[in-house]
């Protein structure tokens, strides 16, 4: 147990680093009093969306909690609120760090782009410390009172279902957060650009435009809070599940001090990565070239690069003996019999050293998401381009050539993952898939920094501007904010991949509690999970369904809300030509009240569709068939979200980064510029885009694995 | 075989119905003299598209005939063959009639709204009769000359390879020519939009824009010779797979007659059809409230419920004990023994009478989609005007609407097909499914004439306008084709529906086969298609994969012909303004023969993706691992490219369609009408949806078909 200590201490490592980094930031200069205005309307309305849309989350998960309780008792009710309130906080804490830093980054950005830079990096990185810190702590945390102090063995039902729990707090907070501020972000966005660059031909982030506070409120609770929420619930989800997977499947063979092991290296996985993260951000520096993609790389490099020897030391502590097998050092294989002995030996037929060579698959999953995600979004390679001069012969050509790239996107990603499946399988079976996907999440906190550094970037801007600032501080902001986009698609990219590979892990799971739970769920036999079982495809079409149904409600949201934004703001214009003349000063409050309305409003159905989704076509087709074709079903529909959830994210998020580049390479002065007939094209595909990559794409990973958790509670449900 | 005798005599009706009434059509006035030369000049760019498409094709097919000859043998040889020469010229006599019948609909117009609906809806029915007429004639054909000219048994290899490869060649075809066609016809329609009417300013089908020739030839190539190509090909795979299902599954149980009987009752339902479908045609009239889908909606019901009575009359003269079990009725299972006499007692554990529910869950699937369909697509509804009311706010807005409902559009056909699947499988299994889906296209002969009456129009339009002819003319050649996009729509959803079911069906052929065949290919055992397997997932990725690329590919191509179109047009502008004021006439040879040189470059790549998919997974999958990993995963790549295909196939085509008929909604004067900003904003939409709903969406269905004709040949391949 001293390994889960280790890891709550790398945990409290990350915390801290947040806090110190926090104090030496917040010390930094705020700017003129003018900014300082701009950016305390920003943080109103930015802690009044997300105290507003906590409230609604809170009613849903005080319902939920009630019912966890219910159906599954006490530790699991206490799992679930740990993981829903630390997911909250998660969220709140990212924002609040974000709307204090983007107008310091604005002020050090008028002395240098390196000082800019690293006031934006540091803040990313104190938001991505404190997710994986935050996640890692409670896992390990819950994992630590349950067996160490309380002595309960690591297998039991109760370590179980209370991991799943915590998972399904995160899950469900990450993913009303992760639409509402989508929702949020876009329809201001896209009403800003809409009612202000289009129709009053004002620029972007005009003090004008009444919408640009919202629009910059939504960076805060969108690509920040939510994001933050997101992949704090992608680690909790994924470490989580590889401790559920590893104790269903080979708790029945192992001593509990080696399944204790066993389980607890994830953890300390999770901890020594969070260590050489931290170091990995002492390496972001702008070299001569003044390269900023460059330069975040580096810290992205370090981070992964260190992380090798770490993960040898820690899973040679884990298993002091790296080359023999599990099921051969466990020789406690006796107290099984008959095929149940013959069952875990297939089952533990790998070493330590397999362990470690399925993390490093991990790794290189990693890595290889990060560049082909790079090339798809960056300004400097084919796709982008390929946009942007498509824009030269109008809106229409613009939006094809987008949707095609957004469509190309998703090929080689997959078969990165279809590569990295095989070989982490061939290495430990679905274990080593497992610990596959946990050295993928274990870089989470470097590459959250990566990302929320982006949306201080863009906060900055709009503050450089509407403060009247010197153009050079926007060119430095917008050039940070250039690689913000592609960062931010890197990091959707990264979840998504990563959830791929969890929920294939959460699939076991699920198999693993069907053979445990058996006629105590109404089963006389294993169930056919066979392509040849019609109920199995039914499963898959309506798992592929989810993701579609999903996305036209986000698509729709924003569209709706946008246009709402537009008919405020011609309004507003309307009753007081003093705005435009720039006499007066626009209400930008009720406009930012009128999103969070909207947003807070549309987020609630489409959220509901994936937790009922299983429970639904459980009831359904048994209720049509037998329990054993329920169960079918719903398990392929697990898969069928994900098969299909895969494509139409990357597709969004990947396709909308490149749209946003696309029209940032034309205002660079390519193919007309700022103004021309192009740049209005590539405003059409950024607009179409925007919903794309930060509403609806990005709410896809967690809406995967909400229906795969959902379904192994069901279960549990059931045998209750 | 009195039965075969039959289908084929139905089959040869359909054949003189579409001679009669060419001739009857040919006899109508073809209009003044510029109306002539006009059409003239279209069907002579139709035709020299199409000589060099099928040149090109062929160049593929003689290869392909030669593989198929070395691999598999003569019959299949032959077959390939027939099954390739057919759907050409099924496609070559769709554009014949049209692009003869286009300028006397033109001319029928000019005297009522009934007379230009009565020829145009002719010309399509005749295209809708000989492409079910041909493919009836195709598969009954082969099956007459094997089994009963030969006296091959009918479960032999020999016919069971000879209808496979009868499949493929229709298949390999219509890939061809569904995509060349497609990109054909949407880069010269965008191309001659974006320059014409969004650069030039001047109308749709101004004859002084050089490209509006290509644009009408389009219509000929792509909506006419290639969607009757697919549907010849939709036809003939899932006809051909339910009779080689019937005979992998029931052939060693039943005696050759009551198999015979078996494998003719889908000739004899495709038979009776066409029947139903020419009754049906002669009720195609426009009441008093002057409905044009109306009328068309007449003719359509009047097919279907005539096919109600005529599918259990041919039922029971197959079985004319429709009650009594299959398995029971062969009383034959006496010379199978132990687990194979078990066996194939559960699987013909159906009647006749399941038989005839099945297909009527197949017409009643048929009608949920065409309804479905309509919604999504026609101006009475909540999509098509919701994307009209977002084209308001701009472009951006309606594009993001648009791929809202493109989204949406999914779910409910989802729905009914898994209701579908579930029904059917309940009343006979598997074999159920395959019957469920021939009876759906059974009707093909009278969607088709409902789809195919749609390009004439178009086309017919074009004519008035460029003849001059009055506005009135227009106006009623204008609402034809209105209704004309959704009949569009409605096929491509029917199409790729009933690929979902025949998909299914082609999946058992492929296990049947991996049964029979077995070591012959390498297996020790059976194949594991669970999902816990990670080669069923790796599968089904790559299988979900393969529609994404297709598309990218499909929406690449238009993007770079059109490009290449307005490069062209522009020049002529330039070379020559009297083009512009009128008195010059345009080059319009030389857009036709640049659109025809990109299209058919382009075909290529995307075509032979599927085709090679299977076996390039096979072997890569069976050299990491088994041969039975192999076959696992192209198994999931099977049904992960109808899980994923499905939905990118619906949200293109109707999405696509929602999008030209929002432009339409505006145009008739709604959101401010024709040159309001709302009606620029919609013309980006329609301008998208182009190539999602003619180019990439529709193509999809046979690419789907050729992935799954291509395994089970690879199987055949591999065993001899």
């Given amino acids: 147990m001293t390994m889960v200590v280790a890891a709550l201490l ?184 809409l009612v202000g660059k289009v129709e009053a031909g004002i620029p972007e982030d005009d003090p004008r435009n009444p919408a640009v506070i919202a629009d910059n409120v939504g960076d805060n609770v969108g690509d920040c809070a939510g994001m933050a929420a997101d992949l704090f619930e992608t680690y909790v989800v994924t470490v989580g599940a590889t401790m559920v997977l590893t104790a269903l499947q080979l708790g029945t063979g192992l001593s509990d001090g080696m399944l204790g092991n066993l389980m607890s290296l994830p953890l300390i996985v999770g901890g020594v990565c969070i260590i050489t993260s931290i170091i990995g951000t002492f390496f972001v520096r702008l070299g001569k070239s003044q390269n900023i ?51 875990f030996a297939a089952t533990a037929a790998f070493s330590g050293m397999d362990l470690f060579w399925s993390m490093m698959v991990g790794l290189v999953v990693t890595g290889l998401i990060v560049w082909i995600t790079e090339y798809y979004t960056s300004v400097n390679y084919r796709p982008v381009r390929s946009i942007a001069a498509a824009s030269v012969t109008g809106h229409g050509t613009n939006v094809i050539q987008g949707l095609a790239i957004s469509l190309e996107a998703t090929a080689l990603p997959t078969l990165v993952i279809c590569a990295g499946i095989i070989v982490a399988y061939g290495f430990a079976g679905i274990i080593g898939i497992a610990f596959a996907a946990t050295a993928m999440l274990a870089l989470a906190g470097m590459i959250v920094a990566l990302d929320a550094y982006g949306p201080v970037t863009d906060n900055a801007g709009g503050i450089a501007e509407m403060a009247g600032l010197d153009d050079s501080v926007r060119d430095k902001t917008d050039a940070l904010d250039a690689v913000g986009n592609t960062t931010k698609a890197v990091t959707k990219g990264y979840a998504i991949g990563s959830a791929a590979l969890a929920a294939l892990v959460l699939f076991g799971a699920y198999t693993e509690d069907l053979k445990y739970f058996g006629s105590a769920i109404g089963l006389e036999g294993p169930v056919n999970f066979s392509l040849s079982n019609p109920f199995v495809i039914v499963g898959l079409l309506l798992g592929a369904l989810l993701p579609y149904l999903f996305g036209a409600f986000g698509m729709t949201a924003v569209g709706r809300a946008a246009g709402e934004v537009v008919k405020d703001v011609r ?19 009720s406009t930012v009240d009128l999103v969070t309305k909207a947003a807070i409003k549309e987020m609630i159905i489409p959220s509901l569709l994936p937790l009922l989704a299983p429970i639904v076509v459980y009831f359904v087709i048994s209720a049509i068939g037998t329990p054993a074709d329920g169960f079918a ?18 597709s969004m998020t990947s396709g909308g980064g490149a749209w946003d580049n696309a029209k940032k390479y034309i205002e660079d002065g390519n193919h007309g510029g700022k103004g021309s007939e192009a740049h209005k094209a590539a405003v059409t595909g950024d607009t179409v885009g925007d919903p794309y990559k930060d509403t609806a794409g990005p709410a896809v990973n967690p809406m995967i694995k909400i229906t795969n958790i959902v379904a192994i509670l069901l279960l549990a449900a059931l045998a209750h």
């Avoid at 392929?636 to 098969?643: D, E, F, K, Q, T």
Wanted: hydrophobic residues 55%; glycine residues 14%; proline residues 2%.
């Fill in 10 to 193: 790398c945990g409290l490592a990350a915390v801290l680093y947040g806090i110190i980094t926090s104090r030496s930031l917040l010390a930094a200069s705020a700017g003129n009093e003018k900014m300082q205005e701009i950016a305390g309307a920003i943080q109103e309305g930015a802690r009044a969306y997300l105290g507003r849309q906590y409230t609604a989350i809170a009613i849903v998960g005080v319902i939920v909690a009630v019912l966890v309780f219910v159906f599954l008792g006490m530790v699991p009710a206490i799992g679930f609120v740990v993981g829903a309130v630390l997911s909250g906080i998660t969220g709140f804490i990212g924002m609040n760090i974000s709307v204090k830093t983007n107008v310091r980054t604005a002020q050090a950005a008028s002395e240098s782009l390196q000082s800019g830079l690293n006031v934006a990096f540091r803040a990313g990185a104190v938001t991505g410390m404190l997710v994986a810190g935050l996640a890692l702590l409670s896992i390990a945390g819950l994992f630590y009172v349950l067996v160490t102090v309380s002595g309960i063995a690591p297998d039991d039902r109760t370590v179980i279902d209370g991991l799943v729990a915590l998972a399904f707090g995160a899950s469900l907070i990450s993913i009303f957060a992760r639409l509402g501020g989508g929702i949020f972000t876009k329809a201001a966005d896209v009403g800003a650009d």
């Fill in 293 to 343: 993609m460059g330069a975040l790389y580096k810290g992205f490099l370090v981070s992964a690069i260190l992380a090798v020897p770490a993960l040898y030391f820690v899973t040679q502590w884990a298993i002091p003996d790296l080359n023999t097998d599990i099921g051969v050092l466990a020789g406690s294989t006796g107290n099984l019999t008959g095929t149940d002995a013959q069952a």
């Fill in 633 to 650: 079903a719903v398990g392929a529909l697990l898969l069928g979200v994900i098969v299909s959830g895969l494509f139409v994210a990357i």
């Fill in 571 to 589: 309004q507003q214009f309307k009753n007081d030509p003093g705005i435009m003349a720039g006499t007066s000063r626009p209400n930008y409050a």
